[in-house]
């Protein structure tokens, strides 16, 4: 199956890898007082923050429609406040809540601030495009696959399929993912995009070979079939630059955790020593 993120990295990279590509700078004022309610202020920077949250950025607005957001703080404020009156701040889980806030707020803000300060320049782009795309071109493959849940069951479709039924038929029937309604047609693929053992498999296929034992990724087992190859064409610079400097990004990102983590004191609780699945 397709990775959703290349190369495999958590969500939590992620997220911070855009931020320190799309962040605005930490280093701003926070600018004249623009309201009171019940003696708490609301700066010019929080009502800017407001605005760009809801215009994806754009904070130079009209007067009227600036009124508009500052209304609507003024509304999330008196809002938090009746909140606090009423003791809700003492729960458990709001409390949860803020303090994993803060956190991600501030790792979000330590990630932007380092990463542009030192921005990824065009000659880095270019050796990494250099490095991925400057060789051979990758194979493209294009293969058709059923997805079960049972190693048995996929077992037995292969014998089926080694019977003679059409592999289309009983994708349709039995695979347990989208693909089904094409027949199992995953479409045309290059190895880096998908998962290892399903690359593996389907890299040591002849066309229209088809595997004769179950091969199993996190998603389930498959029955894998392989239809055409082809010779793969590297894409264009331009095409790709936005993608490259993501993943530099997010290496070094996980460069620096790595080495917070090498560093840091970190005990487990007992129960929590040892990772489960």
């Known amino acids: 199956m397709k990775q959703t993120v290349k190369p495999r990295l958590t969500r939590l990279l992620t997220t911070l890898a855009l931020l320190a590509v799309a962040g605005t700078p930490l280093a701003q004022d926070e600018g004249d007082v623009v309201a009171e309610i019940n003696g708490e202020p609301i700066n010019e920077l929080e009502l800017?923050?407001?605005?760009?949250?809801?215009?994806?950025?754009?904070?130079?607005?009209?007067?009227?429609?600036?009124?508009?957001?500052?209304?609507?703080?003024?509304?999330?404020?008196?809002?938090?406040?009746?909140?606090?009156?009423?003791?809700?701040?003492?729960?458990?889980?709001?409390?949860?809540?803020?303090?994993?806030?803060?956190?991600?707020?501030?790792?979000?803000?330590?990630?932007?601030?380092?990463?542009?300060?030192?921005?990824?320049?065009?000659?880095?782009?270019?050796?990494?495009y250099e490095d991925q795309y400057g060789g051979e071109a990758p194979r493209e493959y294009r293969a058709r696959h059923i997805l079960v849940g049972e190693r048995e069951q996929a077992q037995g479709l292969i014998d089926r399929l080694n019977d003679g039924e059409a592999f289309e038929a009983l994708a349709e029937q039995h695979s347990q993912d989208g693909s089904s309604d094409n027949g199992g047609d995953l479409g045309w693929f290059t190895p880096g995009d998908m998962v290892e053992p399903f690359s593996e498999a389907v890299t040591g296929l002849s066309e229209g070979e088809l595997t004769q034992t179950p091969v199993q990724t996190g998603f389930g087992w498959h029955v894998i079939r392989l239809d055409e190859t082809r010779e793969g064409e590297a894409p264009a610079f331009e095409d790709v630059a936005d993608e490259l400097r993501m993943g530099l990004i997010n290496r070094r990102i996980q460069d620096r955790i790595n080495a917070l983590r090498e560093s840091a004191n970190i005990d487990y609780e007992a129960s929590w020593a040892e990772p489960t699945d």
């Open 48 to 128: 800017n923050q407001l605005v760009g949250q809801q215009t994806g950025g754009e904070t130079d607005l009209p007067a009227v429609q600036r009124r508009q957001f500052l209304e609507e703080i003024i509304n999330l404020v008196l809002l938090a406040q009746a909140g606090e009156e009423a003791g809700l701040e003492l729960n458990p889980e709001l409390q949860a809540q803020i303090t994993n806030n803060r956190r991600r707020a501030l790792a979000q803000s330590f990630v932007r601030e380092n990463t542009t300060g030192d921005p990824i320049d065009e000659d880095t782009l270019r050796a990494r």
